[in-house]
């Protein structure tokens, strides 16, 4: 035989063992989900069983003395599965050798036990310092095997041993180094393969699929367990500032601090872009719960040093308390996520447990959401007006229009239902418009006979961000011919909170173009005093719950008087929100007060029912 014959032989050789390792490392992605002791053995198992086929297809070099891919395969075996994988394949693809026998029996034996050892110590190499195994150095190893596997050719009756060495030298230390490449290259690309698909690549924790598994396995047994959602409310914001090697690096810390906090038995994985969920196998109560996100949450929150100063994150928690009962898995995802919605609704760093009645809660939100999308085709929206009176001489200064949703199958819908769901499906810009259109009108019919009223109408931070509103709202008032002194624009602090810089441009050019504006729910925000100061408002209006404890606590009078004070400093005009009582009244008269509005003297009236309050009001004056 030629030495392109004994190639050809051991090529062959190589392509059979090949493809029955690539069938069997495809049929068991299982395995990248095991203990390391399981992995071990299953590489021990599959290269002893390649080896042993090997050797049934070997490459005669003379009777007893043959050639095949079995010290490559041992060689492997301890590169790729450590210790006990390559003691496992010695014993197979050794003892088959032993029994075949013949005068290459002995160099076969000791080729392979040499292989497997120089496997194990490749194998360590990297542990200990973190290295990759690069071309050069697995290029040395392939070498190395196939060195020593032709110099144990020396137990050999000398005139094989020349025979082995003139003929098959040369395929050995080209065709062993070419198949250590391709063995370990198949089965790290399917490894790697089977690993993607069960653990997140950010953080090496385990994935929704590979969860949803253990899930499973959680509710075959039945085992009372508890299941936790971690979400980083705020990981948008952190990687719109800091870029995405920083948000990575980021998520590996919180798992890592996850992990840190994690009960023995316990699992932990990311699931979703800024979500980690947690399995807690056990029995646990809601104290036993809020306890442990405490402690999680204080390590959690602390600074991140991936900027400066330190990134800080927020969290909510939601969390599924598993009894044993029979339900899928998607359900319980499904439920937990309810649960965090509610936390993240509740403010930032909040825990929510799942109740039966926060599903009921969710599908009610989501009727009123689909329904709020016809409902102004539907003609469902009316607008109320409540009149506001100028304490200093009795007359109305104007009304401050409030919209309501007469629901077609649920009935009246309360605005701070149904107005924070407009803001997140956006139906907000559409109502808000009609709103503006609407109370122009009923202006416009007001104006005379009261021509120095004023409409507040409230405006939404969505409105303030969009880039055409000041022009919308400036053609809407042309067009009902009325001037835009004559309009009272409201905004809340959380309007300016959002987005202070864009808020302020709008307010400039709503106050340039001739509008009113006031801040409304004066004093329940944070930084109200700045925003007296930078921002062209008009008048403040003062939140009723100050008002409503004005009769029996002294506190409230005082704060109250010190707010008219400070904003009469600064040239601003006043309205105090819920009046109810005529004991209210005196009390804001002596403090000052410029307006007022409230039920003691109306509550809010339909259009057809403005023209007669005002004749009414007029009378009483007289």
Not at 172 to 180: E, F, H, T, V
Not at 190 to 196: A, F, I, L, S, T
Request: glycine content about 6%.
């Amino acid at each position: 035989m030629t030495a392109l014959d004994n190639l050809t032989g051991l090529l062959q050789n190589l392509a059979n063992i090949t493809l029955f390792i690539i069938i069997i490392n495809h049929l068991s992605p299982y395995l990248t989900t095991q203990r390391w002791y399981y992995q071990q053995l299953a590489y021990g198992l599959m290269f002893g069983l390649a080896g042993i086929i090997s050797m049934h297809m070997p490459v005669q070099v003379t009777p007893g003395v043959f050639l095949d891919m079995k010290v490559v395969l041992s060689a492997v075996s301890g590169s790729m599965g450590g210790g006990l994988s390559s003691l496992i394949t010695i014993l197979l693809i050794g003892g088959f050798r032993y029994s075949i026998g013949g005068s290459g029996m002995l160099p076969g034996v000791f080729a392979i036990l040499t292989s497997g050892l120089m496997g194990i110590f490749f194998y360590h190499y990297k542990k200990p310092f973190g290295r990759r195994r690069s071309v050069i150095s697995t290029g040395i190893f392939s070498l190395l095997i196939a060195i020593q596997s032709i110099a144990w050719s020396v137990l050999l009756p000398q005139h094989i041993a020349m025979l082995l060495i003139k003929q098959f030298a040369g395929p050995i230390l080209i065709l062993y180094p070419i198949a250590i490449f391709t063995i370990q290259h198949f089965i790290q690309v399917e490894v790697q393969r089977n690993h993607n698909s069960l653990f997140d690549t950010i953080t090496g924790l385990p994935n929704l699929q590979r969860m949803s598994k253990l899930m499973k396995k959680i509710i075959h047994t039945h085992a009372k367990s508890t299941f936790l959602l971690f979400t980083v409310n705020n990981l948008k914001v952190i990687h719109d500032l800091h870029g995405l090697q920083v948000t990575n690096q980021l998520l590996q810390e919180v798992g890592s601090r996850i992990s840190a906090h994690l009960p023995s038995g316990s699992y932990l994985g990311r699931i979703t872009y800024s979500e980690f969920l947690i399995l807690l196998p056990l029995a646990s109560d809601e104290a036993y719960i809020h306890e442990w996100n405490r402690q999680a949450l204080n390590s959690l929150v602390k600074g991140y040093n991936g900027g400066t100063p330190a990134i800080e994150i927020s969290l909510s928690t939601g969390v599924y308390m598993y009894e044993g009962h029979s339900i899928e898995v998607e359900q319980i995802i499904e439920q937990i996520r309810t649960a965090n919605y509610y936390a993240q609704k509740q403010g930032n760093n909040r825990i929510v447990l799942y109740k039966e009645q926060l599903t009921l809660d969710q599908l009610h939100h989501a009727n009123l959401s689909e329904s709020l999308r016809s409902a102004l085709t539907r003609n469902e929206f009316h607008l109320m007006y409540q009149p506001q009176i100028d304490l200093q001489t009795s007359s109305i200064r104007g009304f401050e229009a409030l919209l309501r949703w007469q629901h077609g199958v649920l009935g009246p819908i309360m605005p701070n239902e149904f107005i924070p769901i407009a803001e997140e499906n956006g139906m907000i810009i559409p109502i808000g418009k009609w709103v503006i259109q609407q109370a122009c009108e009923t202006l416009k019919t007001l104006l005379l006979t009261c021509p120095d009223a004023v409409m507040a109408i409230n405006i939404s931070p969505a409105q303030l961000r969009e880039d055409d509103f000041v022009e919308c709202v400036v053609q809407m008032v042309q067009s009902a011919g009325i001037s835009p002194s004559s309009i009272e624009l409201e905004v809340t602090e959380s309007a300016l909170i959002e987005s202070i810089d864009t808020a302020a441009k709008r307010l400039n050019q709503l106050m340039e173009a001739g509008f009113k504006l006031a801040l409304d729910d004066f004093g329940t925000g944070f930084s109200s005093l700045s925003y007296l100061r930078t921002l062209p408002f008009h008048l403040i209006k003062i939140d009723k719950s100050f008002i409503q404890d004005l009769s029996h606590l002294e506190e409230e009078r005082n704060l109250t008087s010190a707010i008219i004070h400070l904003v009469k400093k600064l040239n601003l005009s006043v309205i105090a929100e819920g009046v109810e009582t005529n004991y209210q009244l005196d009390i804001l008269k002596t403090l000052d007060c410029d307006n007022v509005q409230g039920y003691y003297f109306s509550k809010p009236l339909g259009e057809n029912q403005l023209l007669p309050f005002l004749y009414s009001h007029a009378l009483s004056r007289k």
